[in-house]
């Protein structure tokens, strides 16, 4: 399961409203949802993702890829993108364009061309480069900081376990139990929420999201957005969320941005520590 679909926040247990994240930001896309050139196009949220700098966007790769021709992507920085895109409809009834313009500002999307790779390490990575001046004008944020190589395993579980972890998205809220099935409400607000260690893998830093031990995590509309690491003080970017379990209660499963596969894609596009 990938955190993705617009329609189905971080889980509402242990969460808050993250407006102080301002790197943090959703993954806007226009697209055709039915194959009928003669109908608007869809705009949607549709992910998460962090600035790395004045014009890099980094998210998943799965955000990116698997969509009909023509996409278009941009990215909002806005604290509430879904009710950015309900005034933009509104105001440009039957204008997708338009309405993506409005709320965010329009990129390019680059995917690792490993994707999909196998579990072990999926390469699921891309980024959107956005004109920088253009995302300047609009917003004011500071980008994310990278970690350095291998800085996850040089800390090592025993470090790790008394680590504080923040993930942030605009995501959906965990499961809900209803007549029809569960559901997924909420979605297109920055939130944030504490999670904690559970394990390391060449690829992957699970992270638990368990109430009881205070925790919170990602959901569906999360996928592509940060996890945080306080390491000596800073805030690092230590993984991006890709998965997780189906009702969004127990595990986030980030891809580590300090592996070298992470750290050879990104390098053409931002400066690394």
């Not at 993250?18 to 055709?32: F, I, N």
């Not at 709320?103 to 690792?112: L, M, P, R």
């Not at 990575?125 to 001046?133: E, F, K, N, S, T």
């Not at 993930?167 to 999670?195: C, D, F, S």
Request: aromatic content about 8%; overall charge negative; some cysteine.
């Amino acid at each position: 399961m990938s955190l993705t679909y617009s329609a189905g926040a971080i889980n509402s247990y242990n969460a808050a409203p993250a407006p102080e994240r301002t790197e943090v930001g959703a993954l806007v896309v226009q697209w055709d949802d039915d194959g009928d050139p003669a109908t608007p196009d869809r705009v949607d949220w549709e992910c998460s993702g962090t600035m790395l700098d004045g014009d890099t966007f980094v998210t998943a790769a799965h955000c990116t890829t698997d969509w009909a021709p023509g996409v278009r992507f941009y990215v909002s920085l806005d604290q509430d993108v879904q009710s950015a895109l309900d005034a933009a409809a509104h105001a440009h009834p039957g204008d997708p364009a338009a309405i993506g313009a409005a709320v965010g500002v329009e990129g390019v999307a680059h995917t690792d061309p490993g994707y999909p790779g196998p579990s072990a390490d999926p390469h699921d990575i891309a980024v959107v480069q956005l004109p920088a001046a253009a995302v300047a004008r609009r917003w004011t944020f500071t980008p994310a900081q990278l970690p350095t190589a291998g800085e996850l395993a040089a800390l090592g579980p025993q470090q790790l376990n008394t680590t504080p972890f923040e993930v942030a998205g605009y995501g959906t809220q965990e499961a809900q139990r209803g007549p029809g099935g569960q559901t997924h409400p909420g979605g297109g607000v920055r939130m944030k929420a504490p999670v904690a260690f559970n394990a390391l893998n060449p690829s992957w830093v699970r992270l638990g999201m368990t109430a009881p031990q205070g925790n919170g995590g990602a959901c569906y509309g999360d996928s592509g957005g940060p996890n945080f690491a306080e390491i000596d003080g800073a805030l690092v970017l230590a993984a991006t969320t890709i998965t997780g379990d189906g009702p969004c209660y127990a595990t986030n499963v980030a891809y580590r941005l300090d592996a070298p596969a992470a750290r050879a894609f990104l390098a053409p596009f931002v400066a690394l520590p």
